[in-house]
């Protein structure tokens, strides 16, 4: 079955190191997003991508990094680490079927803390 | 930007009907979303619209008025696996190409 996968799933690291969190999905789909959930915030888009070579900053991009060098994978890098980005980060993809909603599919998440 | 807005927390009962509101103010749109999610998990979809009217779908309806920047989802025949947070989402692209700006999520307490 078609899947989006996140890894790790949890990760734990010190200010000013450089964290790569990947993204993984075999829908074939498109669009790719990261998102960041946060108490109080709700889910913040950080970055997005239409295709392959193409990459979009979102609302709360500063600091982060993304590359789509394939249909499949979209890694979120984390240039270095500060504590305000203690966060659970979740990616997610989709397409625009003809005539339908384009829902959005959401991998399990990261849940990262930086120390 | 865009602004939404929806309640912090509902309590309900099972076997009742909830219905979870949601008020937002958009530069553009092109299209409301509901999602569930369950504490540490991924959201999943609930439903879509983008006309304004009723979708119904099982237990689950919404409903969209453009001109009001208004939706809700109703919740029928509550369970107690209905426990969770409910994300009002607009897009201003279809939801699609362009990311989806999130409400902070209404947690739904179900009792017995």
């Known amino acids: 079955d078609a899947e989006i996968t996140q890894s790790p799933r949890h990760k734990i690291t010190e200010t000013g190191r450089q964290v790569t969190l990947a993204c993984h999905q075999t829908?074939?789909?498109?669009?790719m997003f990261w998102y960041r959930q946060d108490l109080g915030h709700g889910l913040r888009l950080i970055h997005y991508s239409y295709g392959v070579q193409d990459t979009n900053k979102g609302e709360v991009s500063d600091g982060y990094s993304v590359s789509r060098s394939n249909t499949e994978d979209l890694p979120l890098t984390l240039e270095s680490a500060a504590s305000s980005q203690t966060s659970v980060y979740f990616c997610?993809?989709?397409?625009?079927?003809?005539?339908?909603?384009?829902?959005?599919?959401f991998g399990p998440g990261t849940r990262l803390t930086v120390l | 930007g865009q602004n939404i807005d929806q309640p912090t927390e509902m309590t309900a009962t099972e076997g009742a009907i909830v219905q979870i509101n949601c008020t937002y103010q958009?530069?553009?749109?092109?299209?409301l979303f509901w999602y569930q999610q369950h504490a540490g998990e991924a959201p999943t979809f609930l439903s879509y619209?983008?006309?304004?009217g009723l979708e119904e779908k099982g237990r689950f309806s919404s409903f969209l008025s453009r001109s009001k920047g208004y939706s809700y989802l109703l919740l029928k025949e509550l369970q107690m696996k209905d426990s969770a947070s409910y994300l009002c989402a607009v897009s201003d692209s279809g939801g699609g190409a362009d990311g989806l700006t999130f409400g902070k999520g209404t947690h739904l307490i179900i009792q017995p």
């Open positions: 997610a993809s989709s397409d625009r079927p003809a005539g339908g909603p384009a829902e959005q599919f």
């Open positions: 829908w074939n789909h498109n669009n």
């Open positions: 619209n983008v006309l304004d």
């Open positions: 958009t530069s553009g749109f092109n299209g």
